[in-house]
């Protein structure tokens, strides 16, 4: 589904990515871990075209994307911050990007689903962060993508929405679409993920099932594991 | 204005030493303000399967459009009221929204660009403000000044060509050609007229404008096309 092959981004005189190379297969959900700069988000977002690397090449569905914007059309993505612009009201962003997409849309049922029909007139202005975040998951979920990229999808939720969206990811999931998650939530990640991408430095330390890592590291669950090879390669 | 005066062309050159300042400091804020403000909403945008060029060229000019409606809606309803139409006048008035028009585009690209320039908003603001303190204050002191220094030699074409590198001495020029008031004129005035004569010059005027509308628009696109967001 995706190949990124020595893909490397300087941000001035910070390397970011360092000659990665990744491939995700279609159908199957990835989790993408690693601590705070180690280019998870910059890797996710050369994918989408938002950061153009210095070198390297990502093809999603073995077409190249550096430069293109058609491929989106086959991508949801969840920011990690929702930004919107505050002057509109829910109704009117959905309604601008379903306009934007030309696909079909199933936005009734997932606002139903985190019960947002009360908020649905008001400005996103006015809205709370947990309120603005079931928004963001309702714009990820609605159109239906072979890929979803998911940047830390639990900020903000409230425990009912969290089991929501599990649900829904698993759901997605069962129809073979291909979804990428990032997040720094380990429980959420031991229960979702079928893989786990770590990312440190800019170049990928492990690749492959948690039970895998945990095999790897000798340790007992994800947390440890984890702990362990940031403190092997931090020391 | 009009009440004070009967006469619409005195009301046209009133306005136009307010217009030819101010619209640019207007499209200056709103454009420095407006990219910012919508940075995040752009990123977004960014995710969708859109060009940048469309993202980009639709916010500028959504946005000078916009300014450019509501200058032509203010400067022309108490015109109509007065009865513009039925008066002599009523090209002078045209050149001098389609002045306002042109400035307001140039600014606001001027403005997208410094915003494009730099992530710090201050930074952004500042290189804004300052680029329409040089075009419409700066320019024109060191301009008078080599005038008198270099008074000794021909300054003519000089002078001809420092005004097509500033929009808003060549909107003055372009209002003052069509209102063909002599005694108005000025040194660049004076020579464009001698040089180009009062249509071609007008041409001109309006050529070189619609250069510096386009040639920021397109800095616009290359930068926003190598940016990382």
């Known amino acids: 589904m995706i190949e990124v092959s020595g893909l490397s981004k300087k941000f001035g005189k910070l390397e970011v990515l360092n000659n990665l190379d990744l491939s995700i297969k279609k159908g199957g959900i990835f989790a993408v871990l ?28 073995g077409k190249s994307v550096i430069g293109k914007f058609e491929y989106r059309e086959n991508i949801n993505y969840l920011p990690q911050i929702a930004n919107f612009p505050d002057n509109l009201s829910v109704n009117e962003l959905l309604r601008m990007i379903k306009d934007i997409r030309n696909m079909p849309a199933n936005d009734i049922e997932l606002i139903a689903l985190f019960k947002l029909e009360p908020y649905l007139a008001k400005k ?28 830390e999808p639990t900020s903000g939720l409230d425990p009912i929405s969290l089991l929501r969206l599990k649900s829904l990811i698993n759901e997605e999931r069962e129809k073979g679409k291909t979804i990428l998650i990032t997040s720094h939530i380990i429980s959420f990640v031991e229960q979702v993920a ?36 940031l403190t092997e390669n931090h020391a | 204005m009009l009440f004070l005066n009967n006469d619409l062309g005195k009301a046209v050159i009133t306005l136009m030493n307010i217009i030819v300042v101010l619209t640019p400091l207007v499209g200056t804020v709103f454009g420095i303000m407006h990219y910012y403000n919508s940075r995040e909403f752009t990123e977004l945008l960014l995710a969708q399967p859109l060009k940048r060029s469309t993202i980009f060229l639709g916010q500028y000019i959504g946005l000078s459009l916009s300014l450019s409606l509501s200058l032509v809606l203010g400067l022309g309803l108490p015109f109509l009221a007065y009865g513009v139409f039925q008066s002599a006048a009523i090209w002078q008035f045209g050149s001098l ?9 140039i600014f ?13 908003k201050i930074k952004g603001f500042g290189y804004a403000i300052l680029i329409w303190l040089t075009l419409a204050i700066i320019y024109d002191g060191v301009f008078l000044i080599s005038l008198l220094v270099f008074d000794d030699y021909p300054l003519d074409k000089f002078a001809l060509i420092a005004s097509l ?48 509308v386009v040639i920021p628009a397109g800095f616009i696109l290359r930068k926003a096309k190598r940016k990382d967001f």
């Open chain 1, 34 to 61: 690693g601590p705070n700069g180690s280019g998870k988000t910059t890797l996710i977002k050369s994918i989408l075209g938002m950061v153009i690397p210095n070198s390297g090449k990502i093809e999603v569905s």
């Open chain 1, 124 to 151: 996103l202005g006015h809205l709370s962060g947990g309120t603005k975040q079931k928004v963001n998951l309702v714009l990820a979920f609605m159109f239906d993508s072979e890929l979803i990229i998911l940047d």
């Open chain 1, 194 to 229: 079928e893989e786990i991408v770590f990312l440190l430095d800019g170049k990928i330390y492990f690749k492959g099932s948690l039970n895998e890592l945990q095999e790897q590291t000798g340790e007992k669950d994800l947390e440890h594991s984890i702990a362990l090879i």
């Open chain 2, 97 to 105: 929204l389609l002045v306002g028009v042109f400035l307001t585009f």
């Open chain 2, 108 to 120: 606001v690209a001027l403005a997208y660009n410094m915003g494009l320039s730099t992530e710090n």
């Open chain 2, 165 to 212: 590198f500033n929009p808003i001495d060549l909107s003055r020029i372009l209002i003052l050609l069509k209102l063909d008031i002599s005694a108005l004129f000025g040194y660049t005035g004076a020579t464009f007229k001698m040089f180009l004569g009062t249509n071609l010059g007008m041409l001109v005027a309006m050529l070189v404008l619609s250069l510096w």
